[in-house]
């Protein structure tokens, strides 16, 4: 990830702190969860920005069914409210089942003993606008070996769990990298977010490129953990030719880098208890956006997805 990547999500969390529910989840048997292949738009953010209806119609052409949004802003998505956004998805035949909004501490008022109102209106925002899954992509520095303020804060998660859960969504967790390069009482942060948090009521979202430079390996976390997680970001990556990127590595075309996605989503499927396969690409070595999440979504239908 680079700096603007970082930025991003920290200036969302100072500002923060399609369809309805979908017909699949009312009729899916036995709890199975349907699969989906998905887009994060931040992969397509600098015209998400600018056109979003544009740009949400370009990806609908190209196949797309699914988006995952990186944008909730004042009670906007892409400065649409959930209403007219959700309006705007279901003319062009998308759904969004997932998005990302960041949760921090304050989010939870000690006072009253209950969320704030502003995260509360966050939940009502994304069960209005169709989301299945509220994800928050952060945690914050100051939290990170604090052990009473993280062990509060996985309180917290749980506690949103239930929140989301009450209002027929599923809150989770997306990693970056410090997760894994973070020691707490001998091991990874990671590690402690997975075992104190209540598998029943927060789902993991791995990011799979993230993970890489800090030594998160995708195929031995989904052995580790088996069942754990519900959503993945599908991303390959390179070396950083830019001297950016995430500890060193930059985010490519899948199946183009390094990494063996093809066997991590297929094991992802098989063990990882996945059913959210979401496609993330936020660098391009000088190719068009949607040229590259085009061949992205192609090539994931070439894996069988």
Not at 77 to 103: E, I, R
């Amino acid at each position: 990830m680079n700096n603007s990547r970082r930025t991003f999500i920290k200036t969302s969390a100072v500002a923060i702190a399609g369809a309805a529910l979908l017909p699949e989840f009312l009729t899916a048997k036995n709890n199975k969860k349907i699969e989906r292949v998905g887009l994060q738009l931040y992969s397509v953010r600098d015209a998400m920005m600018k056109d979003p209806a544009g740009s949400l119609k370009k990806l609908a052409d190209m196949g797309y069914i699914h988006v995952e949004h990186a944008n909730y802003v004042d009670r906007k998505f892409y400065g649409y409210n959930a209403k007219d956004f959700k309006k705007l998805l279901t003319d062009h035949g998308l759904q969004m089942p997932s998005g990302h909004t960041v949760m921090v501490a304050e989010d939870w008022d000690n006072a009253k003993n209950d969320f704030t109102d502003k995260w509360k209106y966050t939940i009502q925002d994304a069960a209005e606008v169709g989301q299945r899954y509220v994800v928050s992509p952060w945690l914050d520095e100051k939290l990170r070996t604090d052990m009473d303020a993280l062990k509060r804060f996985m309180d917290q998660f749980n506690k949103c769990g239930e929140l989301c859960k009450s209002n027929g969504m599923t809150f989770g967790y997306h990693n970056h990298n410090f997760e894994f390069s973070t020691k707490v009482n001998g091991t990874t942060l990671y590690d402690y977010i997975l075992t104190n948090t209540d598998p029943s009521l927060v789902a993991q979202q791995m990011d799979v490129g993230n993970m890489l430079g800090a030594g998160g390996i995708a195929l031995d976390l989904l052995k580790k953990y088996p069942g754990r997680f519900e959503l993945m970001h599908v991303k390959d990556e390179i070396k950083s030719t830019t001297g950016g990127g995430m500890d060193g590595y930059d985010s490519t075309i899948l199946g183009t880098g390094v990494m063996p996605v093809k066997d991590i989503v297929k094991e992802a499927r098989k063990i990882g208890g996945t059913s959210q396969f979401i496609i993330e690409q936020e660098s391009y070595q000088g190719k068009d956006p949607f040229d590259c999440v085009k061949i992205d979504l192609q090539t994931m239908k070439k894996w069988g997805f």
